[in-house]
T-cell receptor, first 113, second 112 residues
Framework: EAGVVQSPRYKIIEKKQPVAFWCNPISGHNTLYWYRQNLGQGPELLIRYENEEAVDDSQLPKDRFSAERLKGVDSTLKIQPAELGDSAVYLC???????????FGEGSRLTVL | GNSVTQMEGPVTLSEEAFLTINCTYTATGYPSLFWYVQYPGEGLQLLLKATKADDKGSNKGFEATYRKETTSFHLEKGSVQVSDSAVYFCALSRGSQGNLIFGKGTKLSVKP
């Protein structure tokens, strides 16, 4: 069974540029999460989807971040414009039900210069 | 609010040594507790979990017991191996909301 797939694995951009990350969750998982992990820290939730509905986006900086999950499957996280402080690893995870067991992708490492 | 505090790393041990990584939590209600592990070059994966007080989660020789009285969920292993070298994250989840709140992680290095 394929795991959670994220792309790109690495992205280097200059500040004020846009960037987008893509996530393909495990087939059949209706819940999808985007987390941000700063260096030396644990992951922090940005947004959670149940199917195509964003049910928790309270931690998403909406002035520059946006996300969508079309048809309740793949998801895209966008930052526009990027700032230096956005340098981090962006993790996508999916789950089925509310057991707390999340399946994570390998992450997308963003460096903003 | 809800939070998780785990011991600072890095932790360096010799092979076959005993491992303890401390984790305490603050939460409203009765959260579920988890240990996730991140091996080098891989994504986070669930190691073990416990959903109610006095439950013991176990996997791959690792154990952790949900202690409500001390709000703790310490990770232990009797004899570590080089292959256990990874970053370990303690986390909690508040029921049906399903959102995991993670600690900062503890890096473990096991030397042969």
């Amino acid at each position: 069974e394929a795991g959670v797939v994220q792309s790109p694995r690495y992205k280097i951009i200059e500040k004020k540029q846009p960037v987008a990350f893509w996530c393909n969750p495990i087939s059949g998982h209706n819940t999808l999460y985007w987390y941000r992990q700063n260096l030396g820290q644990g992951p922090e939730l940005l947004i959670r989807y149940e199917n195509e509905e964003a049910v928790d986006d309270s931690q998403l900086p909406k002035d520059r971040f946006s996300a969508e999950r079309l048809k309740g499957v793949d998801s895209t996280l966008k930052i526009q414009p990027a700032e230096l402080g956005d340098s981090a690893v962006y993790l996508c995870a999916s789950a089925q039900g509310d057991t707390g067991e999340l399946f994570f992708g390998e992450g997308s490492r963003l460096t903003v210069l | 609010g809800n939070s998780v505090t785990q011991m600072e790393g890095p932790v360096t041990l010799s092979e076959e040594a005993f491992l303890t990584i401390n984790c305490t939590y603050t939460a409203t209600g009765y959260p579920s507790l988890f240990w996730y592990v991140q091996y080098p070059g891989e994504g986070l994966q669930l190691l073990l979990k416990a959903t109610k007080a006095d439950d013991k989660g176990s996997n791959k020789g690792f154990e952790a017991t949900y202690r409500k009285e001390t709000t703790s969920f310490h990770l232990e292993k009797g004899s570590v191996q080089v292959s256990d070298s990874a970053v370990y994250f303690c986390a909690l989840s508040r029921g049906s909301q399903g959102n995991l709140i993670f600690g900062k992680g503890t890096k473990l290095s096991v030397k042969p």
